[in-house]
């Protein structure tokens, strides 16, 4: 088991005020396992992850959670939740997924797997966008 000191738990607060939160299974190795993604409305800043408005949880693909950043994927003018994984093996490879989220749903736009090591994942995202 990992120790919950290696667990990747980053959160990025979203253009419309609410907070996303993604982090790596509990007590999963770094390299296989799943990870979530979580909405906080954020309406109380003393508590802001009181409020859960939605989430989901994934099965990663091979590699650790890189980074987490805002995209506009599919073009419409609002940001998706792009997550980046970094496989551990001879190459480094990266995939990435892509989250659109609207007042109460999150839902995957787009999966990459398999890019170079210097790829840029966002670019691969914008060309399979569901």
Known sequence: MAA???RFVQKIKLPSGR???VADGDYEPRSIGSYSVRIYSGQNPDFPFEDYVVGVIR???EGY???IMLADID???HD???VIFRCVGTGQFL???AFAFDKERLFLRASVE???RNANPVTALKKVKK
């Open 59 to 61: 099965a990663r693909p």
């Open 95 to 97: 995939s990435a997924e």
């Open 65 to 67: 959670i890189e980074k």
């Open 80 to 82: 998706e939740i792009v």
């Open 75 to 77: 073009g419409d003018g």
């Open 4 to 6: 919950e000191a290696d």
């Open 114 to 116: 398999g890019l170079e």
């Open 19 to 21: 907070t996303a939160v």
